[in-house]
């Protein structure tokens, strides 16, 4: 299955990206979490990428597809979650004419809605292992007890002001993204509240209703 997970920052598509990949057996690939591994290693791509993603900002097109196409590629193109990929509608065309050119059609667009006035409390309580890449939240999901408190991450963009700007840089450049998608490919809208298992019967049974129609 090749899938895009869409929605606002804090809507909870690592999350889910996780939990499904793990029991679809899919490859979750998340341009997030691969920019802040090549900033960690001071790549080319890190250092470039560093200043956007502390600010908020999004990472310019061409740096972002191109970690993609090459990941896609060790994969030949098939059994993966895109997960904060893509983000623009320039970002989006590149995935479909890569996906076309590989003959491997997205199956759908998942898109979790989760209204704004809950992505704050979400983000600026979100914690991540730094080990294990697990994202837990201090108040609906927190890490286990005797978990060391140093391997817990709070990221430089969860501050108020970067979270500000990732809202703004949502609301123009990745909100418009889902026309797009509703004339291009299979879209379908989710409600992302509720606890994590709720959320992720109803990813569950969106991508069953997929399967059947198919
Ligand atoms: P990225 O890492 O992709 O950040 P994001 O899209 O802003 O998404 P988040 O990781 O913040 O949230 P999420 O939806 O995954 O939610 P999560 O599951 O963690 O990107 C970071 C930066 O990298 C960007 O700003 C940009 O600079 C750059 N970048 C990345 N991709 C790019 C691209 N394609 N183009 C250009 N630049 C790019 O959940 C959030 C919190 O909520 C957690 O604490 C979690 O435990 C909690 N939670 C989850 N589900 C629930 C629930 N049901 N109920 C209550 N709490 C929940």
Not at 94 to 115: G, H, I, K, Q
């Amino acid at each position: 299955m090749r899938l895009v997970l869409f929605g606002p920052p804090g809507a909870g598509k690592g999350t889910q990206a996780k939990l499904l990949a793990e029991r679809r057996n899919l490859l979750h690939l998340s341009t997030g979490d691969m920019l802040r591994t090549a900033v960690r290693n001071e790549t080319p791509v890190g250092i470039e990428a560093n200043g956007y993603m502390t600010a908020g900002e999004l990472v310019p097109d061409d740096v972002v597809n191109g970690i993609v196409a090459e990941t896609l590629a060790e994969i030949d193109h098939t059994g993966f979650i895109l997960d904060g990929y893509p983000r623009t509608v320039d970002q989006a065309q590149f995935l479909l004419d890569l996906l076309e050119e590989n003959n491997a059609p997205l199956d759908a667009v998942v898109s979790l809605r989760v209204p704004e006035e809950h992505i704050v409390q979400r983000l600026s309580r979100r914690r991540t292992d730094r080990e294990t890449g697990e994202i837990y939240h201090l108040d609906f999901n927190p890490p286990p007890a005797g978990l060391r408190e140093t391997r817990l991450q709070h990221r430089a963009d969860d501050q108020p002001e970067a979270i500000r700007k990732r809202l703004t840089e949502y609301r123009t450049k990745t909100e418009p993204l889902e026309n797009f998608f509703k004339a291009k490919a299979h879209f379908v809208e989710v409600d992302g509240m509720g606890g994590l298992d709720e959320v992720r019967e109803r990813v569950e049974e969106a991508l069953s209703t997929i399967e059947t129609t198919a």
